[in-house]
């Protein structure tokens, strides 16, 4: 049998009391209650405010998820960057269908996002990587990102490859490295109730604009 932590699961529990969200308050536009939402966890000093978890759907038809971070947010929509030759750039080259949700645990608040992912532009990424600090810059040549690796050592040793080709740089953006944007056709946003009865508008992009629907919680 499996040796659980001595804490019991099933009492732990918090109540959800903070705020409400409802259809008169709410904006026509789920993105600018998303970016309210995110200004909020922001002045909270959540800790990585931006992260999200992205869940593809893999080559075999099983989900894969994983935490990336939020990098930008326009009419294009939700970018993020990673290596293209990584497994939720195999994924979503096969499947550009995706979901990403955002929890801030302490402000009660959850989005779902759902959608279609595209690649962002080469100068979307160039202009991305050139900002990023020297040693992530080494770390996207470094890594064969989700490839087997036979050991910590072998990392290393590419690390200080890398660092000696480059120098003091300029770092060039790696050609298998670079931008997606998701573009939402669902948004659903969460905000904790007391005695489980949260909240859940659902905006789906319809022509024209967005509908908005509660959800049972």
Request: hydrophobic share 35%; with cysteine.
């Amino acid at each position: 049998m499996l040796d659980f932590p001595p804490t019991n699961l099933r009492d732990l529990r918090v109540s959800y009391d903070l705020d409400s969200l409802t259809e008169d308050t709410a904006p026509a536009d789920p993105h600018v209650l998303f970016n309210l939402w995110l200004q909020d966890a922001l002045a909270h000093e959540l800790p990585e405010p931006n992260a999200m978890t992205l869940s593809t759907i893999g080559q075999d038809g099983g989900p894969n998820s994983r935490t990336v971070l939020l990098k930008g947010l326009d009419e294009r929509g939700f970018h993020f960057y990673t290596n293209y030759e990584s497994r939720k750039g195999r994924d979503l080259a096969a499947n550009p269908q995706a979901a990403l949700t955002f929890l801030w645990t302490d402000r009660h608040h959850q989005v779902n996002v759902r959608g279609t992912v595209r690649k962002l532009s080469r100068a979307d990424a160039d202009s991305y990587f050139e900002a990023r600090p020297v040693g992530h810059q080494i770390g996207a040549w470094v890594s064969d990102q989700s490839a087997v690796i036979p050991g910590r050592e072998w990392l290393e040793a590419r690390e200080v490859e890398m660092t000696t080709r480059f120098g003091e740089g300029p770092v060039p953006c790696p050609p298998n490295w670079g931008g997606y944007t998701l573009l939402a056709t669902e948004i659903e946003f969460w905000q904790g109730r007391v005695s489980r009865l949260h909240d859940r508008l659902r905006y789906t992009r319809v022509e024209g604009g967005w509908k908005m629907e509660r959800l049972s919680p």
